[in-house]
Protein backbone atom coordinates (compact mmCIF):
# COMPACT_ATOMS: atom_id res chain seq x y z
CA UNK A 1 0.00 0.00 0.00
CA UNK A 2 1.49 3.49 -0.90
CA UNK A 3 -0.29 5.06 2.51
CA UNK A 4 1.59 5.59 5.40
CA UNK A 5 -1.10 6.02 7.96
CA UNK A 6 -2.02 3.82 10.32
CA UNK A 7 -5.93 4.05 11.45
CA UNK A 8 -7.04 1.99 14.69
CA UNK A 9 -8.02 -0.90 12.34
CA UNK A 10 -11.63 -0.80 13.90
CA UNK A 11 -14.57 1.30 14.00
CA UNK A 12 -16.44 2.67 16.87
CA UNK A 13 -19.81 1.12 17.87
CA UNK A 14 -20.78 2.26 21.14
CA UNK A 15 -19.30 5.29 22.89
CA UNK A 16 -19.00 6.57 26.63
CA UNK A 17 -18.23 10.08 27.64
CA UNK A 18 -15.34 11.19 29.18
CA UNK A 19 -15.26 14.36 31.86
CA UNK A 20 -13.06 17.14 31.55
CA UNK A 21 -12.38 18.85 35.26
CA UNK A 22 -10.73 21.95 35.80
CA UNK A 23 -7.57 22.72 37.30
CA UNK A 24 -8.81 23.38 40.70
CA UNK A 25 -11.30 20.34 40.52
CA UNK A 26 -8.21 18.15 40.10
CA UNK A 27 -6.17 19.48 42.99
CA UNK A 28 -9.03 19.28 45.14
CA UNK A 29 -9.57 15.47 44.18
CA UNK A 30 -5.40 15.00 44.01
CA UNK A 31 -5.82 16.43 48.10
CA UNK A 32 -8.53 14.45 48.56
CA UNK A 33 -7.49 10.87 47.40
CA UNK A 34 -3.80 11.71 49.69
CA UNK A 35 -1.69 11.99 46.48
CA UNK A 36 -2.58 8.30 45.19
CA UNK A 37 -4.19 8.15 41.82
CA UNK A 38 -5.41 4.80 42.97
CA UNK A 39 -7.59 6.99 45.37
CA UNK A 40 -9.40 9.01 42.58
CA UNK A 41 -12.75 8.31 41.48
CA UNK A 42 -12.52 7.30 38.06
CA UNK A 43 -14.71 9.88 36.70
CA UNK A 44 -12.58 12.41 37.35
CA UNK A 45 -10.30 11.50 35.29
CA UNK A 46 -10.06 12.29 31.27
CA UNK A 47 -7.79 9.85 29.57
CA UNK A 48 -7.61 6.81 32.24
CA UNK A 49 -3.66 5.03 31.38
CA UNK A 50 -3.09 4.00 35.50
CA UNK A 51 -3.12 0.42 33.89
CA UNK A 52 -3.93 -1.60 30.39
CA UNK A 53 -5.55 -4.52 32.50
CA UNK A 54 -9.06 -5.23 31.89
CA UNK A 55 -9.28 -1.87 30.64
CA UNK A 56 -9.74 -2.51 26.71
CA UNK A 57 -12.84 -2.54 24.80
CA UNK A 58 -14.32 -5.91 23.74
CA UNK A 59 -15.32 -6.44 20.17
CA UNK A 60 -18.48 -6.77 19.04
CA UNK A 61 -17.78 -10.83 18.46
CA UNK A 62 -16.78 -10.67 21.91
CA UNK A 63 -19.96 -9.37 22.67
CA UNK A 64 -21.96 -12.10 20.76
CA UNK A 65 -20.34 -14.82 22.22
CA UNK A 66 -21.06 -13.22 25.59
CA UNK A 67 -24.58 -14.13 24.49
CA UNK A 68 -23.78 -17.55 24.75
CA UNK A 69 -22.36 -18.03 27.86
CA UNK A 70 -23.29 -21.06 29.30
CA UNK A 71 -23.65 -20.49 33.57
CA UNK A 72 -23.72 -24.28 34.38
CA UNK A 73 -21.87 -24.98 37.31
CA UNK A 74 -20.47 -27.68 35.56
CA UNK A 75 -18.96 -28.89 32.30
CA UNK A 76 -20.60 -25.98 30.31
CA UNK A 77 -19.83 -25.36 26.73
CA UNK A 78 -18.41 -21.97 27.21
CA UNK A 79 -15.65 -23.61 29.69
CA UNK A 80 -14.99 -26.05 26.46
CA UNK A 81 -14.48 -23.23 23.93
CA UNK A 82 -12.09 -21.51 26.35
CA UNK A 83 -10.28 -23.80 27.13
CA UNK A 84 -9.59 -24.92 23.20
CA UNK A 85 -8.95 -21.51 22.62
CA UNK A 86 -6.09 -21.28 25.41
CA UNK A 87 -5.11 -25.08 24.28
CA UNK A 88 -4.94 -24.36 20.71
CA UNK A 89 -2.21 -21.50 21.56
CA UNK A 90 -0.29 -22.60 24.24
CA UNK A 91 -0.68 -26.64 23.39
CA UNK A 92 -0.06 -27.00 27.18
CA UNK A 93 -2.72 -29.78 28.63
CA UNK A 94 -4.26 -28.32 31.90
CA UNK A 95 -5.74 -25.22 31.48
CA UNK A 96 -7.51 -24.31 34.92
CA UNK A 97 -9.47 -20.77 34.38
CA UNK A 98 -9.18 -18.24 37.64
CA UNK A 99 -10.93 -15.29 38.07
CA UNK A 100 -7.61 -13.43 37.50
CA UNK A 101 -3.81 -13.68 36.67
CA UNK A 102 -2.51 -12.96 40.90
CA UNK A 103 -5.46 -16.17 41.01
CA UNK A 104 -3.33 -18.39 38.97
CA UNK A 105 -0.10 -17.18 40.78
CA UNK A 106 -1.25 -18.13 44.10
CA UNK A 107 -2.59 -21.29 43.27
CA UNK A 108 0.62 -21.79 41.10
CA UNK A 109 2.81 -20.82 44.15
CA UNK A 110 1.02 -22.50 46.85
CA UNK A 111 1.61 -25.43 45.33
CA UNK A 112 5.08 -25.33 44.71
CA UNK A 113 7.07 -23.42 46.62
CA UNK A 114 8.01 -23.69 50.84
CA UNK A 115 9.52 -21.30 52.77
CA UNK A 116 13.31 -20.17 51.80
CA UNK A 117 12.93 -21.45 48.22
CA UNK A 118 13.59 -18.73 45.01
CA UNK A 119 12.09 -17.94 42.19
CA UNK A 120 14.03 -16.13 39.33
CA UNK A 121 12.63 -13.94 36.59
CA UNK A 122 13.44 -11.50 34.16
CA UNK A 123 11.63 -8.87 36.56
CA UNK A 124 8.60 -9.63 38.60
CA UNK A 125 5.64 -7.88 38.16
CA UNK A 126 4.45 -6.93 41.65
CA UNK A 127 1.80 -9.22 42.36
CA UNK A 128 3.89 -11.82 41.49
CA UNK A 129 6.62 -10.93 43.83
CA UNK A 130 4.12 -10.39 46.69
CA UNK A 131 2.39 -13.61 46.35
CA UNK A 132 5.51 -15.41 46.32
CA UNK A 133 7.30 -13.19 49.41
CA UNK A 134 3.89 -14.23 50.99
CA UNK A 135 5.00 -17.79 50.87
CA UNK A 136 8.19 -16.96 52.39
CA UNK A 137 10.19 -17.06 49.49
CA UNK A 138 12.10 -14.95 47.49
CA UNK A 139 11.61 -13.47 44.12
CA UNK A 140 14.73 -12.66 42.08
CA UNK A 141 15.06 -10.51 39.17
CA UNK A 142 17.62 -11.13 36.36
CA UNK A 143 17.06 -9.19 33.84
CA UNK A 144 19.93 -8.57 31.33
CA UNK A 145 22.11 -5.11 32.66
CA UNK A 146 20.50 -3.00 29.13
CA UNK A 147 16.99 -3.77 30.92
CA UNK A 148 17.65 -2.01 33.56
CA UNK A 149 19.14 1.36 31.75
CA UNK A 150 16.29 3.51 30.25
CA UNK A 151 18.52 4.38 27.55
CA UNK A 152 20.41 1.35 26.37
CA UNK A 153 19.61 0.10 22.63
CA UNK A 154 18.53 -3.63 22.45
CA UNK A 155 15.94 -5.49 21.22
CA UNK A 156 14.68 -7.49 23.45
CA UNK A 157 15.75 -5.64 26.85
CA UNK A 158 13.38 -8.09 28.63
CA UNK A 159 15.78 -10.80 28.29
CA UNK A 160 17.05 -12.79 31.21
CA UNK A 161 20.77 -12.71 32.11
CA UNK A 162 21.71 -16.19 31.65
CA UNK A 163 25.10 -16.07 33.57
CA UNK A 164 23.47 -14.43 36.59
CA UNK A 165 20.66 -17.53 36.17
CA UNK A 166 23.66 -20.18 36.31
CA UNK A 167 25.13 -17.89 39.02
CA UNK A 168 22.17 -18.60 41.54
CA UNK A 169 21.40 -21.95 40.61
CA UNK A 170 25.62 -22.25 41.43
CA UNK A 171 24.48 -20.38 44.75
CA UNK A 172 21.60 -21.44 46.23
CA UNK A 173 21.45 -25.10 44.76
CA UNK A 174 18.61 -26.17 42.52
CA UNK A 175 16.69 -28.17 44.99
CA UNK A 176 15.83 -24.44 46.41
CA UNK A 177 14.46 -23.74 42.65
CA UNK A 178 11.34 -25.28 42.32
CA UNK A 179 10.58 -22.95 39.26
CA UNK A 180 11.87 -20.43 36.80
CA UNK A 181 9.69 -17.77 35.32
CA UNK A 182 10.01 -15.15 32.56
CA UNK A 183 7.65 -12.54 32.31
CA UNK A 184 6.81 -11.50 28.48
CA UNK A 185 6.46 -9.01 27.35
CA UNK A 186 8.54 -7.69 30.73
CA UNK A 187 6.00 -5.45 32.33
CA UNK A 188 8.28 -3.51 35.53
CA UNK A 189 10.89 -3.35 33.07
CA UNK A 190 9.21 -1.24 30.63
CA UNK A 191 7.03 -3.90 28.39
CA UNK A 192 10.10 -4.85 26.57
CA UNK A 193 9.82 -7.85 25.06
CA UNK A 194 12.14 -11.49 25.73
CA UNK A 195 13.77 -13.00 21.93
CA UNK A 196 12.72 -16.97 21.19
CA UNK A 197 16.76 -17.05 21.66
CA UNK A 198 16.78 -16.02 25.26
CA UNK A 199 13.73 -18.60 26.07
CA UNK A 200 15.68 -21.33 24.18
CA UNK A 201 18.55 -20.30 26.25
CA UNK A 202 16.64 -20.34 29.94
CA UNK A 203 15.29 -23.87 28.62
CA UNK A 204 18.36 -25.26 28.10
CA UNK A 205 19.77 -24.14 31.65
CA UNK A 206 16.50 -25.41 33.01
CA UNK A 207 16.75 -28.56 31.44
CA UNK A 208 20.89 -28.96 32.52
CA UNK A 209 19.46 -28.55 36.32
CA UNK A 210 15.86 -30.67 35.91
CA UNK A 211 13.85 -27.53 36.85
CA UNK A 212 10.73 -26.48 35.17
CA UNK A 213 10.24 -23.25 33.57
CA UNK A 214 7.19 -21.10 33.58
CA UNK A 215 6.33 -17.95 31.15
CA UNK A 216 4.23 -14.98 32.89
CA UNK A 217 2.63 -14.88 29.84
CA UNK A 218 -0.04 -11.93 30.18
CA UNK A 219 1.59 -10.13 27.35
CA UNK A 220 2.25 -13.11 24.83
CA UNK A 221 0.95 -11.36 21.60
CA UNK A 222 2.71 -8.47 22.19
CA UNK A 223 6.02 -10.10 23.18
CA UNK A 224 5.28 -12.64 19.98
CA UNK A 225 5.12 -9.19 17.83
CA UNK A 226 8.15 -8.02 18.15
CA UNK A 227 9.87 -11.41 18.17
CA UNK A 228 8.06 -11.30 14.16
CA UNK A 229 9.75 -7.61 13.94
CA UNK A 230 12.84 -7.92 15.59
CA UNK A 231 14.38 -11.50 15.94
CA UNK A 232 16.21 -12.43 12.66
CA UNK A 233 14.10 -15.56 11.21
CA UNK A 234 10.69 -14.64 12.22
CA UNK A 235 9.50 -11.83 9.84
CA UNK A 236 7.36 -14.31 7.75
CA UNK A 237 5.97 -16.00 10.83
CA UNK A 238 2.32 -15.21 11.92
CA UNK A 239 2.01 -14.08 15.73
CA UNK A 240 0.28 -17.16 16.61
CA UNK A 241 2.96 -19.26 15.06
CA UNK A 242 5.40 -17.27 16.99
CA UNK A 243 3.11 -17.51 20.21
CA UNK A 244 3.27 -21.03 19.68
CA UNK A 245 6.68 -21.39 19.61
CA UNK A 246 7.30 -19.60 22.69
CA UNK A 247 4.63 -21.59 24.78
CA UNK A 248 6.61 -24.73 23.40
CA UNK A 249 9.18 -24.15 25.43
CA UNK A 250 7.59 -24.64 28.68
CA UNK A 251 6.36 -26.50 31.28
CA UNK A 252 3.17 -24.04 32.26
CA UNK A 253 2.05 -20.42 32.52
CA UNK A 254 0.45 -18.17 34.57
CA UNK A 255 -2.49 -15.87 32.49
CA UNK A 256 -4.23 -12.52 32.57
CA UNK A 257 -6.70 -12.47 30.52
CA UNK A 258 -7.41 -8.84 31.52
CA UNK A 259 -4.44 -8.46 29.20
CA UNK A 260 -4.03 -10.18 25.91
CA UNK A 261 -7.10 -12.33 26.78
CA UNK A 262 -8.23 -8.41 25.71
CA UNK A 263 -11.09 -9.52 27.97
CA UNK A 264 -12.42 -7.02 31.15
CA UNK A 265 -11.58 -10.07 33.79
CA UNK A 266 -10.05 -13.44 33.86
CA UNK A 267 -6.98 -15.39 33.69
CA UNK A 268 -5.85 -19.01 33.52
CA UNK A 269 -3.10 -21.30 35.07
CA UNK A 270 -1.56 -23.49 32.30
CA UNK A 271 0.65 -26.57 33.06
CA UNK A 272 1.93 -29.69 31.58
CA UNK A 273 2.72 -31.79 34.54
CA UNK A 274 -0.06 -34.43 35.93
CA UNK A 275 0.55 -34.28 39.20
CA UNK A 276 0.77 -30.84 39.88
CA UNK A 277 -2.49 -29.90 37.90
CA UNK A 278 -4.25 -32.07 40.15
CA UNK A 279 -3.49 -30.40 42.94
CA UNK A 280 -3.63 -26.96 41.65
CA UNK A 281 -7.03 -27.62 41.13
CA UNK A 282 -7.87 -29.19 44.83
CA UNK A 283 -6.68 -25.65 45.86
CA UNK A 284 -8.89 -23.60 42.99
CA UNK A 285 -11.92 -25.76 44.07
CA UNK A 286 -10.83 -24.46 47.78
CA UNK A 287 -10.65 -20.35 46.87
CA UNK A 288 -12.05 -20.28 43.13
CA UNK A 289 -14.51 -22.31 42.10
CA UNK A 290 -15.20 -25.41 40.46
CA UNK A 291 -12.54 -26.68 37.40
CA UNK A 292 -14.57 -25.22 34.57
CA UNK A 293 -15.31 -21.96 35.62
CA UNK A 294 -12.66 -21.16 38.40
CA UNK A 295 -14.45 -18.05 39.57
CA UNK A 296 -15.37 -16.41 36.17
CA UNK A 297 -18.75 -16.33 34.36
CA UNK A 298 -19.43 -18.63 31.45
CA UNK A 299 -19.81 -15.75 29.95
CA UNK A 300 -16.44 -14.29 30.54
CA UNK A 301 -14.99 -17.45 29.21
CA UNK A 302 -16.39 -17.08 25.78
CA UNK A 303 -14.84 -13.28 26.01
CA UNK A 304 -12.03 -14.60 26.66
CA UNK A 305 -11.75 -17.52 24.00
CA UNK A 306 -12.46 -14.82 21.40
CA UNK A 307 -10.33 -12.20 22.94
CA UNK A 308 -7.07 -14.80 22.52
CA UNK A 309 -7.90 -14.78 19.23
CA UNK A 310 -8.23 -11.30 18.37
CA UNK A 311 -4.66 -10.30 20.22
CA UNK A 312 -2.52 -12.29 17.56
CA UNK A 313 -4.48 -10.38 14.86
CA UNK A 314 -1.80 -8.41 13.31
CA UNK A 315 -3.54 -5.16 11.88
CA UNK A 316 -4.18 -4.99 15.58
CA UNK A 317 -0.93 -5.84 17.11
CA UNK A 318 1.10 -2.97 14.28
CA UNK A 319 -1.72 -0.51 15.44
CA UNK A 320 -1.29 -0.95 18.92
CA UNK A 321 2.61 -1.23 19.52
CA UNK A 322 2.83 1.32 16.55
CA UNK A 323 0.31 4.12 18.53
CA UNK A 324 2.43 3.58 21.65
CA UNK A 325 5.70 4.34 19.72
CA UNK A 326 4.15 7.53 18.32
CA UNK A 327 3.81 8.86 21.63
CA UNK A 328 7.58 7.71 22.56
CA UNK A 329 8.76 9.85 19.60
CA UNK A 330 6.91 12.79 20.75
CA UNK A 331 8.18 12.98 24.12
CA UNK A 332 11.67 11.91 22.86
CA UNK A 333 11.61 14.71 20.68
CA UNK A 334 11.07 17.18 23.05
CA UNK A 335 14.22 15.56 25.49
CA UNK A 336 11.41 13.95 28.19
CA UNK A 337 14.08 10.51 28.56
CA UNK A 338 11.71 7.38 28.34
CA UNK A 339 12.48 3.82 27.70
CA UNK A 340 13.65 3.50 24.34
CA UNK A 341 12.61 1.57 22.24
CA UNK A 342 9.13 1.50 23.27
CA UNK A 343 7.52 -1.61 24.50
CA UNK A 344 4.32 -3.04 23.84
CA UNK A 345 1.59 -1.56 26.03
CA UNK A 346 2.95 1.47 27.68
CA UNK A 347 5.81 4.34 27.86
CA UNK A 348 7.46 4.50 30.67
CA UNK A 349 9.19 7.92 31.49
CA UNK A 350 12.27 7.59 33.79
CA UNK A 351 11.68 9.99 35.96
CA UNK A 352 15.02 10.28 37.84
CA UNK A 353 16.71 11.62 34.28
CA UNK A 354 13.69 13.78 33.60
CA UNK A 355 13.58 15.52 37.34
CA UNK A 356 16.84 15.00 38.80
CA UNK A 357 15.93 17.90 41.52
CA UNK A 358 14.14 15.11 43.16
CA UNK A 359 15.96 13.10 45.44
CA UNK A 360 14.50 9.29 45.57
CA UNK A 361 13.73 9.25 48.64
CA UNK A 362 11.22 11.87 47.39
CA UNK A 363 9.74 9.76 44.86
CA UNK A 364 10.32 11.50 41.55
CA UNK A 365 8.04 8.95 39.81
CA UNK A 366 5.02 9.36 42.00
CA UNK A 367 5.46 13.25 42.39
CA UNK A 368 5.54 13.08 38.53
CA UNK A 369 2.53 11.10 37.66
CA UNK A 370 0.49 13.17 40.13
CA UNK A 371 1.61 16.28 37.96
CA UNK A 372 0.40 14.62 34.83
CA UNK A 373 -2.84 14.84 36.62
CA UNK A 374 -3.04 17.73 38.11
CA UNK A 375 -2.26 19.41 34.40
CA UNK A 376 -3.90 17.39 32.50
CA UNK A 377 -6.27 14.71 33.62
CA UNK A 378 -4.50 12.08 32.53
CA UNK A 379 -3.94 9.08 35.03
CA UNK A 380 -0.83 6.87 34.88
CA UNK A 381 1.42 4.43 37.36
CA UNK A 382 4.45 5.00 39.54
CA UNK A 383 6.91 2.02 38.72
CA UNK A 384 9.26 2.66 41.34
CA UNK A 385 10.26 2.86 45.00
CA UNK A 386 6.96 3.27 46.21
CA UNK A 387 5.83 0.26 44.48
CA UNK A 388 8.96 -1.57 45.22
CA UNK A 389 11.13 0.06 47.76
CA UNK A 390 9.85 -1.87 50.49
CA UNK A 391 11.64 -5.25 51.55
CA UNK A 392 9.88 -8.34 53.11
CA UNK A 393 12.28 -7.56 56.26
CA UNK A 394 10.88 -4.09 55.91
CA UNK A 395 13.98 -2.04 54.91
CA UNK A 396 13.47 0.73 52.55
CA UNK A 397 16.17 0.01 49.47
CA UNK A 398 15.40 2.47 46.33
CA UNK A 399 14.33 0.58 42.96
CA UNK A 400 16.77 0.31 39.98
CA UNK A 401 14.88 2.79 37.96
CA UNK A 402 11.82 5.66 39.25
CA UNK A 403 9.23 5.16 36.07
CA UNK A 404 6.00 6.81 35.17
CA UNK A 405 4.46 4.09 33.33
CA UNK A 406 1.50 5.74 30.63
CA UNK A 407 -0.31 2.38 30.14
CA UNK A 408 -2.67 1.74 26.83
CA UNK A 409 -5.68 0.42 27.36
CA UNK A 410 -6.75 -2.17 24.21
CA UNK A 411 -8.48 -0.85 21.16
CA UNK A 412 -9.84 2.62 23.75
CA UNK A 413 -7.94 5.67 22.63
CA UNK A 414 -7.74 7.06 18.74
CA UNK A 415 -4.92 9.09 17.70
CA UNK A 416 -6.06 12.50 19.03
CA UNK A 417 -6.10 10.93 22.91
CA UNK A 418 -2.51 10.39 22.18
CA UNK A 419 -1.78 13.51 20.73
CA UNK A 420 -3.27 15.39 23.46
CA UNK A 421 -1.27 13.12 26.20
CA UNK A 422 1.87 14.25 24.40
CA UNK A 423 0.34 17.90 24.73
CA UNK A 424 0.14 17.26 28.74
CA UNK A 425 3.68 15.53 28.60
CA UNK A 426 5.49 18.16 26.79
CA UNK A 427 3.73 20.59 29.27
CA UNK A 428 4.99 19.33 32.43
CA UNK A 429 8.58 18.72 30.89
CA UNK A 430 8.26 23.03 30.45
CA UNK A 431 7.26 23.58 33.72
CA UNK A 432 9.35 20.21 35.65
CA UNK A 433 11.23 22.84 37.60
CA UNK A 434 8.20 23.77 39.81
CA UNK A 435 7.39 19.70 40.24
CA UNK A 436 7.94 18.91 44.23
CA UNK A 437 8.44 15.83 45.50
CA UNK A 438 6.52 13.83 47.83
CA UNK A 439 6.29 12.00 51.55
CA UNK A 440 4.56 9.41 52.40
CA UNK A 441 2.80 9.45 55.39
CA UNK A 442 1.07 6.24 55.60
CA UNK A 443 1.58 2.78 53.90
CA UNK A 444 0.74 -0.97 54.04
CA UNK A 445 3.49 -2.92 54.67
CA UNK A 446 2.69 -4.91 51.12
CA UNK A 447 1.60 -3.94 47.99
CA UNK A 448 1.83 -0.53 49.90
CA UNK A 449 1.06 1.80 46.22
CA UNK A 450 -2.38 0.68 46.25
CA UNK A 451 -3.23 2.42 49.68
CA UNK A 452 -0.44 4.72 50.81
CA UNK A 453 -1.03 8.10 51.56
CA UNK A 454 1.20 10.94 50.75
CA UNK A 455 1.51 15.06 50.98
CA UNK A 456 4.08 17.23 48.86
CA UNK A 457 6.92 18.23 50.40
CA UNK A 458 7.01 22.14 51.52
CA UNK A 459 2.94 21.35 51.78
CA UNK A 460 0.59 21.42 49.49
N1 LIG B 1 1.89 -10.48 35.74
C1 LIG B 1 2.10 -9.33 35.06
C2 LIG B 1 3.30 -9.19 34.20
C3 LIG B 1 1.16 -8.29 35.15
O1 LIG B 1 1.36 -7.19 34.44
C4 LIG B 1 0.01 -8.47 35.97
C5 LIG B 1 -0.96 -7.40 36.12
C6 LIG B 1 -0.16 -9.68 36.64
C7 LIG B 1 0.80 -10.66 36.50
C8 LIG B 1 -1.37 -9.94 37.51
O2 LIG B 1 -2.53 -10.08 36.76
O3 LIG B 1 -3.98 -8.17 37.49
O4 LIG B 1 -4.94 -10.17 36.36
O5 LIG B 1 -4.12 -10.33 38.66
N2 LIG B 1 -0.72 -6.23 35.79
C9 LIG B 1 -1.60 -5.09 35.83
C10 LIG B 1 -0.84 -3.87 35.41
C11 LIG B 1 -2.38 -4.94 37.07
O6 LIG B 1 -1.36 -2.75 35.62
O7 LIG B 1 0.25 -3.98 34.84
P1 LIG B 1 -3.96 -9.66 37.35
Not at 70 to 77: F, I, L, R, T, V
Not at 182 to 189: K, L, P, Q
Not at 397 to 414: C, D, I, K, N, S
Not at 429 to 437: A, F, L, P, T, Y
Amino acid sequence: MPFKTIIEPFRIKTVEPIRHTTREEREAALKEAGYNLFLLKAEDVLIDLLTDSGTGAMSSAQWAGMMQGDESYAGGKSFYRFEAAAREITHLKHIIPTHQGRAAERILFGSTLKPGDIVPNNTHFDTTRANIEYVGAEARDLVIAEGRVPSSLHPFKGNMDIDRLEATIAEVGAQNIPLVMMTVTNNSGGGQPVSLENLRAVRAVCDRHGLPFFLDACRFAENAYFIKLREPGYADKTPREIAREMFSLVDGCTMSAKKDGMANIGGFLALRDEGLAGQCKNLLILTEGFVTYGGLAGYDLEAIAVGLKEALDEDYLHYRTRSVEYLGEKLRAAGIPIIWPTGGHAIYIDAKGMLPHIPQREYPAWALSCALYLEGGVRSVEIGSVMFGRQPDGREVPAAMELVRLAFPRRVYTQSHVDYLAEVCLYVNEIKDQVRGVKMVWGAPALRHFTARFEMVGGS
